[in-house]
């Protein structure tokens, strides 16, 4: 434990410091620089953390098409929308962490089936292991979509804002794309960089941060990254998620803060108002999922035979007419003679295609294999 808490130790006085510093184009480096050693340390503890046992994660079985957590403040009815998208019964109460763990459930919408995991309440300090932070969080680095639910009665920007926080510290990060950087290590030669667009934070803060982590590397940057964005791509444990707002408990507050969007510490989020209890907008709930999870439904049609319009096969956006085969059976692509494709993605119905054709939601698809 002593080594624990001399990281701890160091954590501490160096956030300290970063604190006291005034931000200005004569201290950006050196803060670049504390910034660099922070994020390195947070990791250093985090393994030592996990080494000695503490938050080895829930267990989670991924199944289904997409994977969705809800995840929010404790009370706020998480358990409860779980039970309304996919019946799937767990304690529901009125007080805090009813639910201590991770339960999963299926919900099927368009033909997808969609795992939905209901997850203990967050609070202020997961990041740093309270409740069970660090679980909760490390559950929510491989999912597709966040759900981040919200009590309607209470405000509603400080809860997105403390819970993106959380997020944030434990290194994910929240609708954001990776940042365009690439960073080559080399054996001798220094640090050089090359940028295809200029950049706010100068190269002296550039080098200051990379040298914490490289002696010797080819740096390009092909956009207007911050310091944070720099370190995000040199520590190798950020996840990127997609995440949307549910605003619940609307039967309560009768539309009084509902809105449909929000900006919350500089960046847009979408609201989509719900009662759990009340069974409100569930319906439009479940379409956002579906449609921020970008699946398409694909329908096969056999030769000669019917189309089986409850049955589609779901992808993702920008599947190939190979992925269709690969779902079928390994062998479809090796028999693979041509496809035919009604719908959006081709010129006109029952088109010949290939297989790299690029599909479109609803298109319908025969495989023509060789015999
Ligand atoms: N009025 C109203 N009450 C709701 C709604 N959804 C949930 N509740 C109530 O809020 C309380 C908490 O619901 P849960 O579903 O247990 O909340 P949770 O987020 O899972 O709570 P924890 O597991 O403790 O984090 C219960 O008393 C629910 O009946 C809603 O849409 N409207
Ligand atoms: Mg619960």
Redesign the pocket.
């Known amino acids: 434990m002593r080594y624990i808490s001399d990281i701890e130790k160091q954590i501490k006085e160096i956030e300290e410091e970063i604190f006291s510093t005034q931000y200005n184009k004569a201290t950006e480096h050196h803060i670049g620089k504390l910034k660099a050693k922070l994020a390195q340390l947070k990791e250093q503890l985090e393994r030592e953390k996990s080494r000695k046992g503490g938050g080895k994660g829930f267990l989670i079985k991924k199944s289904g098409d997409a994977t969705v957590a809800i995840l929010?403040?404790?009370?706020?009815?998480?358990?409860?929308?779980l039970k309304q998208l996919t019946g799937v019964e767990t304690?529901?109460?009125?007080?805090?962490?009813?639910?201590i763990k991770v339960i999963p459930g299926m919900m099927k919408h368009n033909g997808a089936n969609i795992q939905i995991l209901?997850l203990?309440?967050i609070i202020k300090g997961a990041s740093v292991g309270r409740g069970r932070g660090r679980e909760i969080l490390s559950a929510i680095r491989n999912i597709d979509l966040a759900l981040i639910?919200v009590d309607s009665n209470n405000n509603i920007p400080n809860q997105i804002s403390e819970i993106i926080k959380e997020l944030y510290a434990a290194g994910i990060r929240l609708n954001e794309k990776p940042p365009d950087i690439k960073i080559v290590p080399k054996s001798e030669g220094g640090i050089n960089i090359s940028k295809t667009i200029s950049l706010k934070i100068s190269d002296k803060t550039i080098k200051a941060i990379v040298s914490e982590y490289y002696v010797n590397a080819d740096v390009i940057i092909k956009e207007d990254v911050n310091e944070d964005q720099l370190i995000d791509y040199l520590s190798k444990n950020r996840a990127y998620v997609k995440a949307i707002v549910v605003a619940?408990?609307?039967?309560?507050t009768k539309g009084e803060n509902i809105i449909d969007e929000i900006l919350v510490d500089g960046k847009k989020w979408k609201i989509i108002p719900?009662?759990?209890?009340?069974k409100i907008n569930l319906n439009l709930l479940k379409k956002e999922i579906f449609s921020e999870l970008n699946l398409i439904r694909i329908y096969l049609k056999p030769i000669g035979g019917d189309i089986d319009y409850n049955k589609p096969m779901i992808l993702k956006k920008d599947a190939l007419v190979e992925d269709v085969c690969k779902k079928l059976h390994r062998d479809f692509v090796n028999k693979f003679k041509y496809a035919l494709v009604w719908g959006k993605s081709v010129k006109y119905p029952g088109q010949r295609v290939g297989l790299d054709h690029v599909l479109e939601d609803e298109d319908v698809v025969t495989i023509i294999s060789k015999r």
Request: net charge negative; hydrophobic share 35%; glycine share 10%.
């Open positions: 929010g403040f404790p009370n706020v009815g998480k358990s409860t929308l304690k529901v109460a009125d007080y805090d962490f009813t639910t209901d203990p309440g639910i619940n408990k609307i039967d309560m719900v009662s759990a209890k009340e």
